[in-house]
């Protein structure tokens, strides 16, 4: 699908230099920067949704971590005594 975009001078500037210091086309360039803002705002999208559906589940069910149990557990990671993950508790 083709689409055309409108830059101002000054950022159709900048994609120019960007693409001519990496010998690549002002076309690729933009296509990558799009590329890579779609993905982190999917992303971003994604743990706002998650953190909604925890937060709602808390809500109903009250059983929770708490901050202090989760940094523990991650702190274990990779250790001799690595922690198996924590249970929920009211």
Known sequence: MATSIKLDEDLKDRVH????LQHRSPHAVMREAIAQYVEREEAR???????????????????HLNGD??????????????????ECHD
């Open 17 to 20: 230099h960007i693409a001519g």
């Open 69 to 86: 149990e989760v940094r523990a557990w991650l702190d274990s990671w990779g250790t001799e005594d690595e922690k198996s993950v924590p």
């Open 45 to 63: 999208e994604r743990f706002r949704q998650e953190a909604l559906a925890s937060w709602q589940h808390f809500k109903e069910t009250g059983r």
